[in-house]
T-cell receptor
Framework: LAKTTQPISMDSYEGQEVNITCSHNNIATNDYITWYQQFPSQGPRFIIQGYKTKVTNEVASLFIPADRKSSTLSLPRVSLSDTAVYYC????????????FGGGTRVLVKP | DVKVTQSSRYLVKRTGEKVFLECVQDMDHENMFWYRQDPGLGLRLIYFSYDVKMKEKGDIPEGYSVSREKKERFSLILESASTNQTSMYLC?????????????FGPGTRLTVT
């Protein structure tokens, strides 16, 4: 399974854009990159998934360079409610959609 | 709306007790997972199941067993609870087919073993 490395924590202010970069140097050809969000006392929630280039949905954008050894989750104009832990994962389809969660990035949005 | 429910939000058990944690999903998902989450360690996979009566060990299966008798239900069993099993336990489910890694998580069970 590919291992991921991401910053432990980040601080931001309301209205700013938050970018979290994740390294996954050993990503396999068939692996997808997935990001989850977790609020305190709740289970993680799927945010976005991508394979290459750029993916955008109503919540976030995901930028993946051509070598796919890293990816950047971009949260536009964050609010206080975006304070959470964000996990970057790469998946192993051969193991039944098994995922390995790392420590995540704790994002604190300040007023 | 996908729903994954867990039998208890909070549970307190004594050392040596047998503990059952139940998880039910209503989306006819093939795959189900049990994780534990501890401060500083993120989520760690205990067991997963990709079909009824099928199970696979995750990264930390020691001290745990699982049961999947029906597609919608996945149980985690602590045969003899110990204090180092005090943790938040999270259940998740997902479809087997396709490339999506979107797992749907339950609210979690915070287990304290005294």
């Amino acid at each position: 399974l590919a291992k991921t490395t991401q910053p432990i924590s980040m601080d931001s202010y309301e209205g700013q854009e938050v970018n979290i970069t994740c390294s996954h140097n050993n990503i396999a050809t068939n692996d997808y990159i997935t990001w989850y969000q977790q609020f305190p006392s709740q289970g993680p929630r799927f945010i976005i998934q991508g394979y290459k280039t750029k993916v955008t949905n109503e919540v976030a954008s995901l930028f993946i360079p051509a070598d796919r050894k890293s990816s950047t989750l971009s949260l536009p104009r964050v609010s206080l409610s975006d304070t959470a832990v964000y996990y970057c994962l790469v998946g192993d389809r051969a193991a039944g959609n098994k995922l390995t969660f790392g420590g995540g990035t704790r994002v604190l949005v300040k007023p | 709306d996908v729903k994954v429910t867990q039998s208890s939000r909070y549970l307190v058990k004594r050392t040596g007790e047998k503990v059952f944690l139940e998880c039910v999903q209503d989306m006819d998902h093939e795959n189900m997972f049990w994780y534990r989450q501890d401060p500083g360690l993120g989520l760690r996979l205990i067991y997963f199941s990709y079909d009824v009566k099928m199970k696979e060990k995750g990264d930390i299966p020691e001290g745990y067993s699982v049961s999947r008798e029906k597609k919608e239900r996945f149980s985690l069993i602590l045969e003899s609870a110990s204090t180092n099993q005090t943790s938040m336990y999270l259940c998740a489910s997902t479809r087997r087919q396709g490339v999506s890694y979107e797992q749907y998580f339950g609210p979690g069970t915070r287990l304290t073993v005294t």
